[in-house]
DNA sequence: CGAACGGTTCGGCTTAAGCCGAACTGTCCT
DNA sequence: AGGACAGTTCGGCTTAAGCCGAACCGTTCG
């Protein structure tokens, strides 16, 4: 459950539950204890109760257990479901864009000289700041508290950094405003429209030569046992 | 037991179990699984069975949770054991200097314009690196592998930064070597000499007023039951 | 009003996690 | 050889984690 909200999104305790593949009560349950470690934040509208990640911190913790998580066992290469190839080429990390596709991107714009990547951090030049003004990409902050800027992110199925922090979050909302990529419903996938791939290719000059996995409108993985 | 060996030290498994207070085969058999699941590494030498931290990424992994776990429940002011206090102010962080010693030297390096901080990265000055040569903290890396030089490290006691990466290492490993501070046996704690006082006082411009918690040769914390 | 729906609480079940002491292996030191 | 010691394995115990269905509380809507 707390993968399925990694996306930054609010989630509903039933959809959660479908998720995890458990009844709701036992979703709940779980759901309640950790809103009650503060891990979760817990709103309710109507009927309807909205869990999310409680702050970046704990996302970062995720992302670290599902870093190190990613390293066990390498030699089982047990067979990847459509869903799982989907995943691998494209997803949202917290609230920027990891994957193949988050990869290529982060390169296209080193390649291109308007990110400078360093194992501390990183840093956008100033024709990086043209380039992501004139994508459309607003750079400014929406919350108050200063949050990291720009810094490579550890991409756990293509093992290359993807870009986070403020830079990160503005390509991935500007490419969902272009209609470039759109969330697959009750999943982390994200689909690359068809419009997406001849804007990638002219704007980032990157080619997926039928590596797009994603395919029209795929059902949500969906395996509950009743 | 991961906690006690976040310093990045080999302990024993009986050590270990010490520590965590539980028997020698119940500890064995954890250690077993972590070291099955490769967030630790056994190596034998003669009848002595040492495990350490697997990498970097697991140290990163559980102080991400630490950090996380420090959050929770903040109106909680339980009273704090002489222990707690000299690990409040002073300890190692898997391989670098944290606690209020850790950041007060943060806080100076920065004062002295040695080190740039911003939340995506650190970064030491032409000045810095002059000062930590004449200071004899070895900055070469000791390992082949690319890693990280100067980062900021949100330190779970202090809520502030302090130096993590090769520049945190190099700088706890000269001061161990200068025998300004000493490791306190059995415990992450660490201990100001008082030729260390005298030693920060003059190159950081640091005093602790009565602030050194950590007395002469305190025994480490050992409580098990039996 | 009453059915449908989302969410939670409760009781009860199963299973595995965690723990220990005893026994055993291998090493080291008289 | 024999005792001490580090570590592990095994058997057995206790407890809590995880799960479910049934019942219940609010909200929504026909």
New interface residues.
């Given amino acids: 459950m707390l993968a399925a909200l990694m996306d930054g999104q609010s989630l509903t305790a039933t959809e959660l539950a479908y998720r995890a593949n458990i009844s709701r009560s036992t979703a709940s349950g779980h759901l309640s204890k950790l809103a009650a470690?503060?891990?979760l934040i817990v709103t309710r509208k109507r009927r309807f109760s909205y869990y999310r990640i409680a702050?970046p911190?704990?996302a970062?913790?995720l992302e670290?257990?599902k870093?190190?998580a990613a390293?066990?066992v390498p030699p089982r290469h047990h067979p990847r479901s459509a869903h799982d190839e989907a995943l691998r080429f494209a997803r949202s990390c917290y609230d920027h864009l990891a994957g193949h596709v988050g990869v290529a991107i982060t390169d296209a714009l080193v390649a291109m000289g308007h990110v400078v990547l360093?194992?501390?951090?990183?840093?956008l030049t100033s024709s990086g700041e043209c380039f992501l003004c004139t994508l459309g990409a607003d750079l400014r902050s929406r919350q108050r508290s200063?949050?990291?800027?720009?810094?490579p992110c550890l991409d756990w199925t293509e093992r290359r950094y993807h870009l986070k922090?403020l830079v990160g979050a503005a390509i991935l909302r500007r490419l969902l405003e272009l209609g470039w990529i759109k969330r697959v419903p009750g999943s982390r996938a994200l689909r690359l429209t068809s419009s997406g791939e001849a804007g990638l290719s002219e704007v980032f000059h990157i080619e997926f030569n039928g590596k797009r996995r994603s395919h029209g409108e795929a059902p949500p993985l969906r395996n509950h046992k009743h």
């Fill in positions: 470690a503060r891990l702050s911190l704990v970062r913790m670290s257990i870093l190190v390293i066990e360093t194992d501390d951090g990183g840093e200063r949050r990291v800027f720009c810094q922090g």
